[in-house]
């Protein structure tokens, strides 16, 4: 991708070097356990305790040097695909306000709970908040072998279609449906998941019409939306495929979603519940 690193974003929240702040022996856990029963609360979770959740102690300054490109990188895709997608919202209807990102490492309090890296990005409705930890693109250049910059931009992008359909109210419609519908529930998980792939998509159309695509971008966004299919990750991890348990969609749909949004940059395009 063409871009000009330009310091970071006001929408970035970086915590990776906050660390999980209190460590607590195992005297501490059984206090905190007693308090929390008699209490009837989680203080677990409204507690900072970093070696209980995984966290880590902070960030080194190496580490921090290192990372500032991509940080960089992810500010200018933040900020970037939120404006397009502010236009297009707008457009449609609707009224659009910024997302904010969380960038941190190992574990992290978000307004949907406690959260590890493991779990990869994710979307917030709650405090309308992406959250990465920058190992994820790592592990989606090793792991599942999607490199490339373009690939990263499909993951934020994606998330960030999460926070547009919550503008937009489809992801509370289909909380209502599953919850009126409970056996279909995956079903309507997976549509979720494939209409923000080509909501990322959409915002890539924009990026190629401004001429910040280069040759290979497009193929590198879809080789990651194929990589993090359901179908995939099962045969990697459990070397089988269950596809009645599928929440995101298998390869071929993700891709196909992706390249639906690349091809016709208009939100109205993306109707995963009613197309196939």
């Known amino acids: ?150 690939a990263e931009a499909y993951v934020i992008a994606h998330e960030l279609g999460h926070h547009v359909q919550h503008l937009l109210g489809t992801d509370a419609q289909v909380r209502e449906a599953q919850e009126r519908d409970p056996q279909n529930a995956n079903e309507y998980s997976v549509r979720l998941e494939l209409q923000a792939d080509c909501y990322a998509g959409v915002w890539g159309n924009t990026t190629a019409r401004r001429d910040i695509l280069e040759p290979g971008d497009v193929d590198e966004g879809l080789g990651a939306a194929a990589s993090v299919g359901d179908d995939r990750i099962q045969r990697q991890t459990e070397g089988t495929v269950h596809p009645e348990s599928f929440t995101h969609g298998s390869a071929a749909q993700r891709a196909a979603w992706l390249r639906r949004g690349l091809e016709s940059g208009r939100l109205e395009a993306c109707d995963t519940f009613g197309g196939e």
């Open 1 to 150: 991708m063409r871009w000009t690193p330009g310091g970071r974003s006001r929408n970035l929240e970086d915590r990776r070097g906050s660390g999980m702040g209190i460590k607590l022996g195992g005297v501490g856990v059984v206090i905190l356990l007693v308090l929390s029963l008699l209490t009837g609360r989680n203080l677990f979770e409204e507690t900072d305790t970093g070696d209980v959740a995984g966290g880590t102690s902070g960030l080194s300054a190496q580490d921090s040097a290192r990372e500032e490109p991509t940080v960089q990188f992810v500010s200018f895709v933040l900020d970037d695909a939120q404006q397009s997608y502010a236009r297009l919202v707008n457009e449609a209807g609707g009224e659009y306000h910024d997302a904010d990102l969380v960038l941190f490492r190992g574990a992290v309090q978000s307004g949907c709970g406690m959260a590890q890296s493991a779990m990869g990005p994710f979307y917030c409705p709650l405090d309308e908040k992406v959250y990465l930890d920058l190992g994820f693109f790592d592990e989606l250049r090793d792991r599942f072998g999607a490199p490339g910059d373009f």
